[in-house]
């Protein structure tokens, strides 16, 4: 990417935002001068707006897509990282699903970006993905190993309809029969059924939907543009009927808010058809613990955001966040106790998880980008 893309980005937005996941724009640690925009102020200018006359209506920030003009595609993941996979695509960066827990939001901040509204608005876009992919699973030094696309972005946001990048991706990649999975919230992963389908017909493909709560109202909140939870609970049967091997990951549950909701999510996702489930605890590194924290004060009772923070803190040893390996994913305590039970108990009641088996690699083969034809 060039810094020449870029232009000044923290302007102040007059009033609530509309459609957003994010009501402010917390500095970016990498910067020593920050502009923290805050939710108080917001609030402030969108009230004197009401006595001068005006219509109070929410502001909108539109979005920004600006291109990466990265030379690589297929990223490996740190060791040191707690995720279960070793290579990632991320054909943009940001979301704008806007969904207010992503962990993913601090990684904006290497873009020099803030992890709150800029996540949702200013997106890097990469539009030789295709390209180099086709090129890097050509190379010899290449090994077929698994891949997971959207490991820090959903590659089925809105900007993905236009830009259609995730689908040139998905296609090369079928075409090898790379084995690759994706997690997604958006209902236009069923544009591309049909390659999910050729994938998943050779064990090189799987699609894992990711629910937070049954609770349309609740899912709007937390999740602005994402597709609603009875739109993901048809994204799975749609997909299970077209052949696609599906996974759900209900992530986060959060505490005090969602997490008694998981029976009947896990009773719901197993009579759409879904094999597999997984879930993990809120997590709220970096400035998500500041974005989070005001998006309750906004969404949530007092008395109950003071109850959601208070357990927040319970299964997190008396922090918001805890980043020793340990309990990143999962916390501790009582509280993640009784998850873990209900999850394993639901598991067995529901038939979940019996179908293990890992992504395929006996398909693969190496595509040609020379450009040139072959002689047979």
């Known amino acids: 990417m060039r810094s020449d893309d870029f232009s000044y980005r923290d302007a102040l937005p007059e009033g609530t935002v509309h459609r957003r996941g994010a009501g402010i724009n917390p500095g970016n640690r990498f910067e020593t001068v920050r502009l923290h925009v805050l939710g108080e102020e917001l609030d402030r200018q969108w009230i004197e707006r009401q006595a001068e006359g005006g219509e109070g209506k929410a502001t909108r920030v539109e979005r920004q897509v600006f291109t990466d003009r990265t030379q690589t595609i297929i990223n490996h993941v740190s060791p040191t990282s707690d995720v279960p996979f070793d290579w990632t695509i991320n054909p943009y960066r940001g979301c704008e699903h806007g969904c207010i827990y992503c962990f993913a939001r601090p990684f904006h ?23 180099l992919l086709k090129k890097e699973l050509a ?27 995730a689908r040139d991706c998905l296609h090369v990649l079928a075409d090898c029969g790379q084995p690759v999975s994706t997690m997604t919230k958006g209902a236009l992963v069923l544009r591309d059924a049909d390659l999910w389908a050729k994938l998943g017909s050779m064990n090189a493909g799987r699609v894992t939907v990711t629910l937070v709560t049954l609770d349309s109202d609740l899912a709007q909140r937390l999740e602005p543009r994402a597709t609603s939870p009875a739109g993901r609970l048809r994204i799975i049967r749609e997909l299970v009927k077209a052949g696609v ?12 808010l969602t997490d008694t909701e998981l029976p009947q999510i896990m009773q719901a996702v197993a009579d759409a058809g879904a094999q597999r489930v997984a879930w993990t605890l809120l997590r709220l590194p970096y400035q998500v613990k500041d974005l989070f924290l005001d998006w309750l004060q906004r969404n949530v009772h007092p008395e109950r955001a003071k109850k959601v923070e208070s357990m927040i803190r319970q299964a997190r040893g008396g922090k918001l966040y805890d980043a020793s390996h340990a309990a990143k994913r999962r916390g501790k305590g009582q509280l993640v106790d009784q998850v873990r039970q209900t999850f394993d108990i639901f598991t067995r009641r529901y038939g979940l998880n019996r179908d293990i088996r890992p992504l395929s690699t006996a398909h693969f083969k190496r595509p040609d980008a020379s450009g040139q034809m072959g002689l047979f």
């Not at 901040?109 to 390209?131: R, V």
């Open 109 to 131: 901040e290497f873009l020099g970006f803030s992890a709150g509204l800029d996540f949702e608005t200013k997106l890097m876009a990469k539009p030789q993905a295709a390209e």
């Open 139 to 165: 190379s010899s030094k290449w090994k077929p190993e698994p891949i997971v696309m959207s490991a820090i972005t959903d590659i089925y946001q809105p900007i993905e309809h236009k830009m259609r990048i």
């Open 245 to 256: 091997p599906v996974s759900v990951n209900i992530a986060p549950v959060i505490p005090g």
